[in-house]
Structures are given as C-alpha cells and as structure tokens.
C-alpha cells in the first residue's frame, strides 16, 4: 500500500495470480522460498521482512529454541528455517534448508531468484541440480552459484539433508 501498488500489480511482476499472492499474504498456503523472493523484490523489501515478522535489530541473536518453526510444504521440496532477521543493508540471507526425502519429495522443477546463492551441506545429502547438470554432495561439500540460473536441490535417499544457505543479494 506504502508503494501505491494492487495486488494484481506485485502478482504480474512476480508471475504469479494475484488469488495465490493473496493465499501467501494471509497464510492460507506456504510458497516456494523463489517466489517470496520475487515478492520481496517487487515489494523492494529484504526476504527476512516477508518470512520474519520482527523488527531490524543491530544484532540479531537467535537461540535455537526460539527459533520459529519450519516454513514451507515439505512436499514442495523443502522446508526453511530464517537464522537471522538481516538489515536490508547487509545483503545477505541466512537459512536453513530442510531437503525432504525422496519419497515425500513432489518437486521437479528447478528454481530461479535474483539472488547468488552460497550452500554448506550441514547434514545428508543432496544432488545439486544447477543448469541441467548434476552434482552429488555430501555433508560438509560447499558451492556458490547464480540463483538466476536453474537450480533445485534434489533428494538422494529416504533422510532429510540439511542445508546451510545464504541468498546474497547482486549489485548488478
């Protein structure tokens, strides 16, 4: 409202239907954490500010246990966890991505953002898929790519993989 825009507006810049958009906006389903990104960008607001409704704090200390609860459809492909509430000005995003496993795993198609990505694998293990190509990792393997390219993580077997991610915003 702040930027004089409708709801039909955000969801024509976002590719989306404005009858999702207003779904997401009241809680009445989870999204692709892709598609909160775009929101965001076409809000011209950080992703912490769609997923965390705290204040921006010069430091963010967040305890385990009071961290909130999973975000998103695990049969999407994954949950999220937000790690910490950034300043717009930082330009970087940190959260956990919860893989869900194979056999709970509905996701296909890969994801696009505007955001880099950097990825640390903290537990399991995944297939990276990042334009058309596979690569196999494992705890402890790391990558840094442009989110703008295809991507999705894919499930290797029945265990969750968690994955330690970072959106950082381009300056290009």
Known sequence: MRQKKTQQQIADECGIS???LSKIENGQTAS????LSKISEALGVSLSWIL???TEEDLVLQKRSNRKARVGDAHMG???ELLANRSHY???E????HVTPKKLNLRKEAYTHSQDEFIYILEGSIYLLYDNENYYMEKGDSAYFKGSKPHLFVPVGDEEAQVLTCFIDRND
């Open 18 to 20: 404005k009858s999702l």
């Open 52 to 54: 965390d409704d705290k």
């Open 78 to 80: 994954y949950s999220y």
């Open 90 to 92: 930082s330009g970087i």
């Open 32 to 35: 692709a954490i892709a598609t």
């Open 94 to 97: 940190p959260t956990i991505v």
